[in-house]
DNA sequence: CTGTTAGCGCTTTCAT
DNA sequence: ATGAAAGCGCTAACAG
């Protein structure tokens, strides 16, 4: 392994002649090696090592016109779903063959574009988006034209793309079930802003659950700036102020952040959780099972979404009778101490 | 922006047809627009618009020798971390026209190295290495020979790369001389395994500061398999068996999973923080602060980080007279109620 | 500004 | 297996 400060990098011409060897005899050992006899292989890779060659993929994909890269622009690394997604779907893409990069839009519309632009420009074989919740009609979508993109945590747009998402409904539902399920009554629903989806989803089955509830239960909304810690902190403390009859005794928190703001914030004013309220969360961050009081929550399938996406992509870009459709992958209800109670259930 | 299903991507030719204008026109209209005339870039550009051209990446880094993308390979993508190094490093990239993809390597050797691959064998202009604690001696570094490589939160090494780090030595210090400023008399310091340097840094610090310390501290460590929330807990409910007199009075845990898995259990068996015993973690991530009792702990400069690597890296890419050297970075003690003790330091 | 051309490193095909 | 050659889409340099 020869030090080559400075000068080219070895071309497969060089490696050929270092060899001894025709070019496209190097060209056959780097994709179709087993049309070579065992004995020439190995005196090209020997070659190659000696030169320290390393193969040009900008040259290789160009000439080929294809590739084996899948980019995948993530809203927000820092988000353990996300994280959790990539995991699955860097799992699926080794198992392809394909090679998967990552590039953090940071929840800004500009930077998701930029870098579907990017990869797009790239001659990616395929992208994954995770997008935000903002309209991806523009220049995002159109951008990536004549190349399959495979929406993640997101419904496929018709005859556009693919889509995996969760059904977030369901997950409303099941976290308000749970609690009316524990004894609550008086259910409270924290979450905000309504414009984002998923939270108004959520939203949606929490009151279905409510409406099928054989037992009369109260309901009530409360909107929320943010999904955040300190919001969760600001609703805690609100609740905390009410009197005893007046506060509920089961919250639903549209995020595991918040949940956990609100629970400290209780805890605080001394209030119990679950004696006097229980409390959920949703997304299964890893934080909730860490806490004092380990918080309920619903949890996302994130590895196995990725896991889908990927196989959705990859479909795309081999199967030329692909036909696009949505995934919908269920939540499921990850119960803790927060929302352990006693059954209170009238008879 | 018509639809070319199936159909190749138009070229730079097919613009310059479309367009009237020669080839080399369109060529100057993506690299130097300021050299038409704005009659003629409009004309280029309309052109482009009406084709849907993108512009082919591969193409223009095989003929330029040169291209514009930065790889970031990253150890742990679900560590805070490593993404506040990724946001500062992105920052800083695009003010300088860089391109950032990143990559997980999951902890796994075997990946970082493929992936260093994958960046060299596409010839990006750099990239950046958060490495695994575990020799990059061997195919990592090698394979990226000839291309500018910076190490992040890790020493450069010598003649050979650039590097970030932060000085734990002076991080554990810090942790340890600040539970003593707060009267504790007794330090524990749990944290493992000590082959991992940043522990074994951490912990030498720590030690300096009791052999510093004007008063005698009795000192006690307590390796740990993992630097998780359960290796936390398990420390904890040890800690909770002892009898008072032979417990510590203040832990310092190497990391902040660590230290919330302890905290629980301590609280959990009804031993207050910081009334019997403070408790201080390492790493700040986004956790502890949300804690019931939110946790003291050691901060690290996360974006800085990347930041300062990002600019290390254009340095070397760009300044022919380049020097490696590795930045050193100071971490900074972030105190919060969990070592917020009443001051009994002896008279 | 135009029109042309060599060349980046590779794949692919063809005849030998 | 070889050797030659076209072409992937672009940059860069040239004469006009």
Redesign the interface.
């Known amino acids: ?1 020869k ?3 400075g000068a080219r ?1 070895p071309s497969i011409g060089d490696v050929a002649r270092h060899a001894g060897v025709a070019l496209g005899t190097v060209s056959n050992a780097l994709n179709n090696p087993d049309k070579l006899a065992p004995s020439t292989l190995h005196k090209v890779q020997a070659a190659m090592e000696e030169l ?1 060659f ?6 290789t ?2 000439a080929a016109g294809t590739g084996d890269l899948i980019g995948f622009v993530i809203v927000d ?2 988000n ?1 779903l996300f ?1 959790d997604i ?2 699955g779907a ?1 799992h699926a893409a080794k198992e392809q063959d394909f ?6 839009s ?1 929840v800004d519309l500009e930077r998701q574009d930029a870098y579907l ?2 990869f ?4 990616v074989s395929g992208v994954l988006l995770a997008p935000l919740d903002a309209p991806l009609d523009g220049a995002g979508i ?2 990536s ?2 190349r399959p993109v495979v929406l993640v945590n997101w419904p496929g747009q018709e005859n556009e793309s693919c889509g995996v998402t969760v059904d977030e409904e369901l997950g409303g539902y099941l976290a308000a079930k749970h609690l009316i399920e524990q004894g609550c009554r008086s259910l409270l629903f924290a979450g905000g802003p309504l414009g984002l989806t998923a939270v108004r989803e959520r939203l949606i089955g929490a009151q279905r659950a409510i409406r099928e509830s054989d037992v009369p239960v109260r309901f009530e909304l409360l909107e929320t700036e943010r999904l955040t ?1 300190p919001a969760g902190l600001e609703v805690g403390r609100a609740l905390a102020r009410r009197s005893t009859s007046e506060r509920p005794d089961g919250i639903f928190a549209a995020a595991d ?1 918040l949940a ?2 609100c629970a ?1 914030a209780l ?2 004013a001394g209030i119990s959780i679950p004696g006097d309220v229980a409390i959920i969360g949703y997304d299964d961050n ?2 909730t ?4 009081v380990p918080i309920s929550t619903v949890g996302q399938p994130g590895p196995e979404m990725g896991r889908i996406a990927l196989e959705l992509l990859i479909d795309e870009i081999r199967n030329p009778r692909h036909r696009h459709k949505t995934v919908t992958l269920q939540p499921a209800l990850i119960t803790r101490a927060s929302t352990a109670r006693v059954q209170e259930r009238t008879v």
């Open positions: 392994m030090r080559h400060s990098q320290g390393v193969r040009n993929r900008l040259a994909s160009l690394i820092g353990s994280v990539a995991r860097e090679k998967l990069m990552l590039a953090n940071d632009k990017l797009d420009e790239s001659r159109v951008r034209h004549g810690v952040a956990a703001g400290q805890l605080f890893h934080f099972a860490d806490h004092v």
